[in-house]
Each structure stands twice: as structure tokens, then as C-alpha cells.
T-cell receptor, first 110, second 114 residues
Framework: RKEVEQDPGPFNVPEGATVAFNCTYSNSASQSFFWYRQDCRKEPKLLMSVYSSGNEDGRFTAQLNRASQYISLLIRDSKLSDSATYLCVAHSGSARQLTFGSGTQLTVLP | DGGITQSPKYLFRKEGQNVTLSCEQNLNHDAMYWYRQDPGQGLRLIYYSQIVNDFQKGDIAEGYSVSREKKESFPLTVTSAQKNPTAFYLC?????????????FGPGTRLLVL
């Protein structure tokens, strides 16, 4: 079983739609969680950290459920520029290491 | 501008050849990392370093070597022992290496085998 699992998609949604991505992690000792965005053939860039109480940044909302070992990302009012691959990331529990999911591909259609 | 640079953007390796990928940062970060990404897959950690002259193996270190002689630089050598080196290689850095810190990535090097 992978340490961090994501639905690979692709998710194809119209502009203005709301879309949600889910991610599960297997290491119960994981302490920190992130969502990164990766454009085609580019490097990943931090989208947002995920906190226990959930957090929001504009159109983006991240939630963490430690009991179910589950992380989610909600994107409201999708824009064409949101088209990218979204990587779920967990601190693996061992020192200094992050574990990346395989990513969920999103395409926002005009 | 502060950031991470990687060179070259594309690199071709012949059979049996060692090649070195460059990674430089001017962010004054202590921690640096090397990842490998294969198509449709997440990033896998090759090596990381929290301080000059010290580095640790990640999940897939076999066939790779690194050095950390300067804070700013963390070159990765792909040796001939790495039998499937074709991948996208990403270098990253963070302030001290603590889990909550953001890792900043360079633009990557695509390695292809001839």
C-alpha cells in the first residue's frame, strides 16, 4: 500500500464548478500535510499547508481528518488557470522526509 | 532574485557514463533535497542534506551519489550503476529541514538515456 494515495483523475470540470480532491495517508505518525500544485513539465509549488482545524485561502479550502487519515482539497469557482496536477504531501514520520502522492490531474474547461 | 537553479535543463547520458546534475540556491537554506519523478508518479526522495558536509540516503539512493561541500550547492551524480535513470530530477531546499517548512523546488533537469 502506498503511503500517500490519491485518485489520479483526470478531473475535467467546467469553469465555475466546485471540485474536491481526496487523499489518504497510511502513516499515523505523520504530523504535517501540504497540497502542492504542479503544472505540466514544471516544478511543484506549494499551494497550501493543511492544519488540523482546516484552513482556507481564497477559493481553496483544505481539511484534515486525523481519525480517518484523510486530507481533502476543495476548489470553488474553478478558473482555467487552475488546470494542473495537485500533489498531496505528508510528512512521513521519519526525520526530514516528505512523502508525495502521485497527483490528481485537473482540467478546467471553458 | 532569490531561488534555486538547476542545470542543465536537459541531459543525455550514454551507456556506462556518470553524469552530474547541478543544484544551487541563494536562499540561505540549510536543508537541500534531491527527488526523482517518473511519468504519472509522485516524487521520490533520493538524498537529502541538513547541513554542510552531511547528507542522508532517501528511499531510492542506489545508483546515485551527492556531495555538500558548500551551503549553496548540492550536486547529484547519476552513476552507471543506476540502470533506469530516465526521469525528471528535482532539487529542493528548505530553511532548516523541519517538517512544517515549505520546500522550494528548482525548475528540474530531464535526464534521457541514449
Amino acid at each position: 500500500r502506498k503511503e500517500v494515495e490519491q485518485d489520479p483523475g483526470p478531473f475535467n470540470v467546467p469553469e465555475g464548478a466546485t471540485v474536491a480532491f481526496n487523499c489518504t495517508y497510511s502513516n499515523s505518525a505523520s504530523q504535517s500535510f501540504f497540497w502542492y500544485r504542479q503544472d505540466c513539465r514544471k516544478e511543484p509549488k506549494l499551494l497550501m499547508s493543511v492544519y488540523s482545524s482546516g484552513n482556507e485561502d481564497g477559493r481553496f479550502t483544505a481539511q484534515l481528518n486525523r481519525a480517518s487519515q484523510y486530507i481533502s482539497l476543495l476548489i470553488r469557482d474553478s478558473k482555467l488557470s487552475d488546470s494542473a496536477t495537485y500533489l498531496c504531501v505528508a510528512h512521513s514520520g521519519s526525520a526530514r522526509q516528505l512523502t508525495f502522492g502521485s497527483g490528481t490531474q485537473l482540467t478546467v474547461l471553458p | 532574485d532569490g531561488g534555486i537553479t538547476q542545470s542543465p535543463k536537459y541531459l543525455f547520458r550514454k551507456e556506462g557514463q556518470n553524469v552530474t546534475l547541478s543544484c544551487e540556491q541563494n536562499l540561505n537554506h540549510d536543508a537541500m533535497y534531491w527527488y526523482r519523478q517518473d511519468p504519472g508518479q509522485g516524487l521520490r526522495l533520493i538524498y537529502y542534506s541538513q547541513i554542510v558536509n552531511d547528507f542522508q540516503k532517501g528511499d531510492i539512493a542506489e545508483g546515485y551519489s551527492v556531495s555538500r561541500e558548500k551551503k549553496e550547492s548540492f550536486p547529484l551524480t547519476v552513476t552507471s550503476a543506476q540502470k533506469n535513470p530516465t526521469a525528471f530530477y528535482l532539487c529542493a531546499s528548505s530553511l532548516t529541514g523541519f517538517p512544517r517548512e515549505t520546500q522550494y523546488f528548482g525548475p528540474g533537469t530531464r535526464l534521457l538515456v541514449l
